[in-house]
Nanobody
Framework: VQLQASGGGLVQAGGSLRLSCAAS????????MGWFRQAPGKEREFLAA????????RYVDSVKGRFTISRDNAKNTMSLEMNSLKAEDTAVYFC????????????????WGQGTLVTVSS
């Protein structure tokens, strides 16, 4: 499966952005999906994951209550709604796919999008 992340940009602190991840080559419903981010000089960080059905989600504590992961298998897309953005949310955001359940480590994911840059100005 090929993944394409989009929707990044420049936003002021307190603002919102919606990231999208479009899949091609194979149906997205075959995979559990996740969002990660990587800030300059830092390791890639897990943010959120959603099961293949969309029924189960999990979040890292730092984004819980601010970010919402969702998917539309009919459209072969996944999204990350980000609210109350902070300067420390500035990073390149990646979507990823895995056949493993409850995966929160980048090494558990098999397919990656190219990343989309989110810059939050304070």
């Amino acid at each position: 499966v090929q993944l394409q992340a989009s929707g990044g940009g420049l936003v002021q602190a307190g603002g919102s952005l919606r990231l999208s991840c479009a899949a091609s080559g194979r149906t997205l419903s075959s995979y559990n999906m996740g969002w990660f981010r990587q800030a300059p000089g830092k390791e890639r960080e897990f943010l959120a994951a959603i099961s293949w059905s969309g029924r189960n989600t999990r979040y890292v504590d730092s984004v819980k209550g601010r970010f919402t992961i969702s998917r539309d298998n009919a459209k072969n897309t996944m999204s990350l709604e980000m609210n109350s953005l902070k300067a420390e949310d500035t990073a390149v955001y990646f979507c990823a796919a895995t056949t493993r359940a409850y995966a929160s480590s980048s090494s558990d994911y098999d397919y990656w999008g190219q990343g989309t840059l989110v810059t939050v100005s304070s």
